[in-house]
T-cell receptor, first 113, second 115 residues
Framework: GESVGLHLPTLSVQEGDNSIINCAYSNSASDYFIWYKQESGKGPQFIIDIRSNMDKRQGQRVTVLLNKTVKHLSLQIAATQPGDSAVYFCAENRGSTLGRLYFGRGTQLTVWP | DVKVTQSSRYLVKRTGEKVFLECVQDMDHENMFWYRQDPGLGLRLIYFSYDVKMKEKGDIPEGYSVSREKKERFSLILESASTNQTSMYLC??????????????FGPGTRLTVL
């Protein structure tokens, strides 16, 4: 399934399926992007990041794709598991030199058996 | 592992009280941040600090102040708590390396209720 993070805040997928969470960013000056996962009752945890000189980066079961032409970022989770159920946030730096990040509103991913 | 701790997980205060939220990080990070998180609004930056005694306003600083007297500690102060400050407050820290970008490490959050 797919979800645009800023417009469809929920995504439900079946265990074992691949998940795609999308994020549209706004600022052409952004050259660094991060995905965070936030489980219920916890602070956000880093998943994966990507710099603007790349268009794809892979981690363990996760892939981030960056399309600078249309200012679009996506997080792909392979073989989604119940433990992946959480809110996922994308963040961009908007060219900040002070370490600031600007967060999207988040997408709630629910994995059902 | 980086550890960011916050003084309370849950806090209940009354309108008009002065409230202190404390955050401590153990990795000698230069940058520290305070966010509030409300349903549907994501994380909004209140204040941040890139060095001891330095502070910068974020996007929603009204009604808040901060203090950074030591590198490892960053305090958020609600001078006179109001009900619209009921929220989840998240602290984060990151190293400051000019020319590179670094992830922020978050604490577990403090859920503040103002009655």
């Amino acid at each position: 399934g797919e979800s645009v993070g800023l417009h469809l805040p929920t995504l439900s997928v079946q265990e074992g399926d691949n998940s795609i969470i999308n994020c549209a960013y706004s600022n052409s000056a952004s050259d660094y992007f991060i995905w965070y996962k936030q489980e219920s009752g916890k602070g956000p945890q880093f998943i994966i990041d990507i710099r603007s000189n790349m268009d794809k980066r892979q981690g363990q079961r996760v892939t981030v794709l960056l399309n600078k032409t249309v200012k679009h970022l996506s997080l792909q989770i392979a073989a989604t598991q119940p433990g992946d159920s959480a809110v996922y946030f994308c963040a961009e730096n908007r060219g900040s030199t002070l370490g600031r990040l600007y967060f999207g509103r988040g997408t709630q991913l629910t994995v059902w058996p | 592992d980086v550890k960011v701790t916050q003084s309370s997980r849950y806090l209940v205060k009354r309108t008009g009280e002065k409230v202190f939220l404390e955050c401590v990080q153990d990795m000698d990070h230069e940058n520290m941040f305070w966010y509030r998180q409300d349903p549907g609004l994501g994380l909004r930056l209140i204040y941040f600090s890139y060095d001891v005694k330095m502070k910068e306003k974020g996007d929603i600083p009204e009604g808040y102040s901060v203090s950074r007297e030591k590198k490892e500690r960053f305090s958020l102060i609600l001078e006179s708590a109001s009900t619209n400050q009921t929220s989840m407050y998240l602290c984060a820290s990151s190293p400051f390396d000019r020319g590179t970008d670094n992830e922020q490490f978050f604490g577990p959050g403090t859920r503040l209720t103002v009655l």
